[in-house]
């Protein structure tokens, strides 16, 4: 099983930027989607950003220009660089992964997931 750990969430104000990070151990696919996922209290959960399994990137409408998604292949860890954040970026966050080719874009296939790390903004 691939284990994965978030971290870096903290309490910044409007305007502000954090770097989350995702420590993954365990069995780790080559050929996988990564994808980070925020949950706001009363609200479901949604994609935020991912890597595609041909290492393309996708971003959601409401982080595009703001938020980047990369990984560190020799640490295996992957990042959030968020930037320019906003109220509306406070939220649990949250890293998993789907193994194998084929598509990313849907939540119920990501079979691993981290404990979440809280992201709050200030205004």
């Known amino acids: 099983q691939e284990h994965l750990v978030e971290s870096g969430g903290a309490s910044v104000q409007a305007g502000g930027s954090l770097r989350l990070s995702c420590a993954a151990s365990g069995v780790i696919y080559s050929m996988r989607c990564m994808g980070w996922f925020r949950q706001a209290p009363g609200k479901e959960r949604e994609a935020v950003a991912r890597i595609n399994s041909d290492g393309s990137t996708s971003y959601a409408e409401s982080v595009k220009g703001r938020f980047t998604i990369s990984q560190d292949n020799t640490k295996n860890v992957l990042y959030l660089q968020m930037n320019s954040l906003n109220a509306e970026d406070t939220a649990m966050y949250y890293c998993?992964?789907?193994?194998?080719?084929?598509?990313?874009?849907?939540?119920?296939?990501?079979?691993?997931w981290g404990q979440g790390t809280r992201v709050t903004v200030s205004s």
């Open positions: 998993a992964s789907k193994p194998g080719r084929g598509i990313c874009s849907v939540m119920s296939l990501y079979t691993h």
